[in-house]
């Protein structure tokens, strides 16, 4: 939020895996709400992180590899990067 961006979390897997996940990272705070990838999220998108890259390029976002639950997992802190930039 203080760059501009509300973050919401959208899983293959349903929207109580992507907070079990936000839970798993202690990023749950940072988190506007969890949705499900099987229907259009219910707000508008202005950046996308995923992991299949021909999805993050289409809505001009940026391709991480999987989450795979390691809890130190540190890919989304490229994002963060980007953002900045």
Avoid: C
Wanted: hydrophobic share 40%; no cysteine; net charge negative.
């Amino acid at each position: 939020m203080e760059m501009g961006h509300h973050v919401y979390l959208r899983s293959s897997a349903g929207s109580a895996y992507a907070a079990s996940a936000a839970r798993l990272l202690s990023v749950e705070d940072l988190a506007f709400g969890y949705f499900s990838k099987s229907t259009p999220p219910p707000v508008s998108v202005d950046f996308v992180v995923d992991d299949q890259p021909d999805f993050a390029e289409f809505h001009g976002g940026y391709a991480i590899p999987p989450f795979d639950g390691d809890p130190d997992d540190e890919k989304l802190w490229k994002v963060v990067e980007r953002l900045r930039r």
